[in-house]
């Protein structure tokens, strides 16, 4: 087997991250934004012993939240890099966020998903990013993360996280109502934590998830697996990813996350999930970056939200 094109397309998207990181504009708390009027905002921190640091939690509520009664309880989300979800201050990548307060209020406005909460969950900046979302080395990086700490995240997830939103707020803590998702590193990390805790995740989603880490261990991780499968699945990926000029989408190398995904569907199908629980959304000329995830966002959560 050829493995100079795989080598190269690690190569090629490390280096596409580094880009992005030198540019990087980050703010840990922004909260200059101004949220939609029916959606509500608000920010918790949370020590982690597990990791044993500080971050902020970005708790979205649905519209009429705190008039819907004590008995009522809410589905929930966890997104990992929750500086990048509601403000274009905070975001890591670029100046654009993936708009999920003004697109969740809109959604449930019309009706067209049922209320639920957002949990956006602020990762410890930048330079460590990688060391909590990694469950494997990334060689490709430079400098690489020696021994991140992922293994450690679905622990952090379900034992510190969970138990937190619950203590404060309405949330079920049905399998099938509980979410984990994120974007790059946060999808990669988001699918391990799932593959690690199935009877307490129900659904995922996936924006350009990394799977090129560690030679495509995630998905020779799945290969494996014969835990619960999810409620539903959404995964979203570019066919520009690592954003060549003129979107070329003729080189292997800028279509090897969307065979990844594609991967992973065939995998999830494979072992017996229901085509209607699983969404695909390939992008055309869609690239790394926020603007793209935000794009993808609304089909993502209806299909995953659907009332």
Avoid at 98 to 122: H, Q
Avoid at 147 to 169: R, T
Avoid at 220 to 239: D, Q, R, Y
């Amino acid at each position: 087997m050829n493995l100079e094109p795989i080598r190269n397309y690690y190569l090629k998207l490390s280096l596409f991250f580094i880009t992005l990181l030198s540019g990087l504009f980050f703010c840990a708390n922004g909260q200059n934004k101004s949220e939609p009027s029916n959606v509500t905002l608000e920010y918790q921190h949370l020590h982690s012993k597990i990791f044993n640091n500080t971050r902020t939690l970005r708790i979205l509520l649905p519209p009429g939240y705190y008039n819907s009664g004590k008995n009522k309880i809410y589905k929930v989300l966890f997104l990992n890099d929750g500086q990048s979800l509601f403000n274009n201050d905070t975001c890591q990548f670029s100046h654009n966020e993936w708009r999920v307060d003004e697109t969740v209020d809109s959604l449930i406005n019309m009706k067209k998903i049922e209320p639920f909460i957002i949990v956006g969950i602020d990762n410890i900046g930048s330079k460590y990013r990688g060391k909590e979302y990694l469950p494997w080395e990334d060689i490709y990086l430079s400098p690489p993360i020696p021994h991140p700490m992922g293994p450690k995240y679905p622990d952090f997830i379900i034992n510190e996280v969970l138990p937190f939103v619950k203590s404060n707020y309405r949330i079920s803590t049905k399998r099938e109502d509980i979410g984990v998702g994120g974007s790059s590193y946060g999808a990669l990390i988001a699918l391990y934590t799932y593959l690690k805790k199935p009877d307490d995740i129900g659904f995922l989603l996936l924006e350009s998830p990394s799977f090129y880490v560690n030679e495509q261990a995630i998905l020779k991780m799945f290969k494996s697996f014969n835990g619960a499968l999810p409620e539903k699945i959404s995964i979203g990926v570019g066919t520009n990813e690592l954003a060549l000029k003129n979107c070329d989408e003729s080189n292997p190398d800028n279509l090897m996350a969307v065979r990844d995904a594609t991967n992973l569907q065939d995998m999830f199908l494979s072992k017996g999930l229901d085509k209607k629980r699983l969404l695909l959304t390939v992008g055309k000329c869609a690239i790394h970056r926020e603007k793209a995830w935000a794009g993808r966002f609304p089909k993502d959560i209806q299909f995953l939200m659907h009332k």
